[in-house]
């Protein structure tokens, strides 16, 4: 079963807590990360972007990056813009999004559950972004950002933490610049302390990384080799666990995460209709087309959108994988009509979360960057949690979770 811990959290004082808070790392490149930063001293972009606080030729996973985050890691710690709990705790994360609020216990998930699956995945990792992470764990001997990780809901659990919401205050809440509500709670009372491991170890055997599946590796990397460098390990050092918000599953809700195509391939747009037909019923439609249900997309191609239907023979339900739209993208147009082989590597295909909108689609074929742009209808989190029970893997950028956490609310040292 899972085991989860309280931790002794560093935090910002309340009436700074907005102004540390940040989205996370991944999110962002350089200059967006900068322009967020810009006359904010406090934000912890400071500190998991350092690379902002330097000349632009400086790579970003050069050794003065990592020194700049622990110079400024060490200034927040200073200047008392971080400071460490009394005691180990737990924290209820919520956030609020659209009129819907998600509930999330903040605690430590063990590094030995992430080696023995308790700790499920759903996509690969690329080594080159595990060891960037893991190195900024151990240069600032501390976890700056929360994992996301999701568990089937428990409805004890649940009650438990919708009762300590009902009856404290929160410790912050505020609204960040892009109207999500951020609300966080300091769980203090040992005795209800006690019942949420209890509850998690006698009622969650598993849970899912839902977003973060870097931030998981190098935290568990970092616990690894600090075991091995500690001739005295007990086994509850604070390096053993990895910070992380656990969402009940029922609460979460995924994005669209969509596709636009630098080109056809050498087709023209009739060309390709033609050739698409042969797997989809295509029907012109008038304005935005956002599929509506598993199986429909949306293509914009040549200032029309166009709802394609895949036929029967594309997909199988039965199957974790090929039951997905993006792998009957991917094998049915992807590959056959436009030659893109690999995801992941491929210049001619870039990816657009669906927070973006399908103008955002538009914007981009309209330009002249794309030729033509699909929009998916989102997995959901039974298929996330199917994947990761059968031992598969998602494709790449299938999944795109909203809200994202913010990093800076708590934060993890590993000392």
Request: glycine residues 6%; negative net charge; contains cysteine.
């Amino acid at each position: 079963m899972a085991k989860i811990k309280p931790f002794q959290g560093l935090r910002p004082p309340k009436s700074i807590a907005a102004e540390v808070a940040c989205l996370p790392y991944d999110v962002m490149n350089r200059e967006e990360a900068r322009k967020m930063a810009e006359g904010k001293e406090k934000s912890l972009l400071h500190i998991t972007r350092a690379e902002i606080d330097l000349p632009d030729e400086v790579d970003i996973h050069s050794e003065a990056v990592y020194e700049k985050s622990r110079e400024n890691f060490r200034k927040f710690l200073e200047n008392g813009w971080l400071r460490k709990d009394p005691n180990p705790y737990f924290y209820i994360y919520a956030q609020t999004m659209d009129g819907r609020t998600q509930y999330g216990i903040v605690g430590g998930a063990s590094v030995d559950d992430y080696y023995q699956g308790k700790i499920k995945k759903h996509e690969l990792t690329r080594p080159d972004k595990e060891r960037d992470r893991t190195v900024h764990i151990l240069t600032n001997n501390a976890q700056l950002e929360p994992v996301f990780l999701a568990f089937r809901d428990v409805p004890e659990i649940t009650e438990l933490m919708m009762d300590w919401v009902k009856n404290h205050e929160p410790e912050y809440d505020f609204v960040a610049e892009d109207n999500i509500g951020h609300h966080f709670w300091v769980i203090d009372d040992e005795k209800t302390i006690k019942k949420l491991e209890q509850l998690f170890e006698e009622k969650v055997p598993y849970t899912y990384i839902a977003d973060g599946h870097h931030r998981t590796a190098a935290a568990a990397l970092v616990g690894k080799e600090k075991r091995e460098q500690n001739p005295n390990h007990r086994g509850d050092e604070p390096y053993n666990y990895i910070m992380a918000v656990h969402f009940p599953h029922n609460q979460l809700k995924i994005l669209d995460y969509n596709r636009v195509v630098k080109d056809l391939n050498g087709l023209s747009g009739e060309q390709f209709l033609n050739r698409l037909s042969e797997n989809f019923d295509i029907q012109e439609v008038n304005g935005q087309y956002k599929p509506e249900k598993k199986h429909t997309f949306g293509l914009y191609l040549d200032g029309k959108w166009y709802k394609l239907t895949a036929k029967p023979h594309t997909y199988d339900d039965n199957d974790p994988i090929k039951g997905l739209d993006v792998t009957v993208l991917t094998e049915y147009v992807l590959r056959p009509l436009l030659g893109i082989e690999d995801l992941r590597r491929s210049k001619r295909i870039d990816f657009v979360g669906g927070i973006r909108g399908l103008g955002e689609l538009e914007r981009r074929v309209n330009s002249g960057e794309m030729a033509a742009a699909f929009a998916l209808y989102p997995v959901s989190m039974e298929e996330l949690m199917k994947i990761a029970d059968t031992g598969n893997i998602m494709p790449p950028k299938t999944t795109w979770f909203e809200p994202k956490l913010r990093s800076g609310l708590v934060i993890h040292k590993l000392d």
